[in-house]
């Protein structure tokens, strides 16, 4: 943690709960954990990412991206990653603190600021960029209001649109613009991953991705790709696994049950994928993992 993030991790520290946890503003949210030992899945949304302290290392597919609280990340999609957190030097537990992105507020405030010239494609729908002292002030603002918490209605609106314009001001403010283009590229791969999203229980119908995203299939397929590192294919498959690990997470559902219930045909397919995926089955997964947050195992 740097000094000038004292503050922040303060208030923060206040809120923050191990599992994660909403905040009274909305779209704010605040992580606490401690070192993992090695990468696990885990699925970014359409979010900012601040950390207050410790670091953390996020893979998409061939590329690892590090970042600490010197820097903030910018997920412009959903992303199914893999990622391990670090504690701090002291050993005191990694905290962080996301927003997630609203497409529609983004314009709004693009469309004030001048036009950029730009290209079409962001290279990648995830980068990291350094904390500079407006993005950090323009935080600290936010986060602040979770101490008044009559305030935040009138004031966490406009708190947040001064980070959001501080942000659209950086190097990363062209990969945020592009989240705010619906006929852009980007704009059109975020349709086409929010279908899925909605569906991954059935199915895959490329056609489908096409007509709502308005591209050809090799278009569609080719963006894909750049954006996410995967193919349709394989990320239907990855929100699949997600979907199932917070249903057995619930408790309510055996393994088979929860394999069809997000679309797999064969239970035993589900078994394989869940345990290439997580490293073990699903149901030694789910209990090591309610272990870790303090919740009684599965019966």
Known sequence: MTEQLKPHLEIALRYARAAGATTAIPRLEI???????????????????????????????????????????????????????????????????????????????????????????????IAINAMTPPVRDALLRLLALLDAPADIPVLAPMAERELLYR??????????????????????????????????????????????????????????????GLSPIQYQKQIRLQAARQLLLAGDHSASGVAFSVGYESASQFSREYLRQFGVPPARDVRLLRQSIGVSAIN
Request: proline fraction near 5%.
């Open 31 to 125: 992580t606490m954990g401690s070192a993992t030992s090695g990468t696990s899945p885990c699925l970014y949304r359409s979010m900012i990412c601040f950390i207050l302290q410790g670091s953390k290392e996020v893979a998409l597919q061939a590329d690892l991206l590090r970042y600490d609280s010197a820097h903030y990340l910018v997920s412009a999609l959903d992303l199914p990653l893999s990622g391990q957190i670090h504690n701090g030097a002291d050993g005191s537990p990694y905290v962080a603190v996301s927003l997630v992105l609203d497409p529609a507020l983004l314009a709004d405030i693009a469309s004030t600021m001048a036009p950029a010239r730009e290209g079409e494609m962001p290279g990648s729908a």
């Open 167 to 228: 942000l659209l001001q950086g190097p990363q403010g062209r990969l945020l613009r592009q989240i705010a283009r619906p006929e852009g590229a980007l704009g059109k791969i975020r349709r086409a991953v929010q279908w899925i999203r909605d569906h991954h229980d059935t199915r895959l119908r490329i056609e489908a991705l096409c007509d709502v995203s308005g591209m050809s299939r090799a278009s569609l397929h080719r963006h894909f790709v750049a954006l996410t």
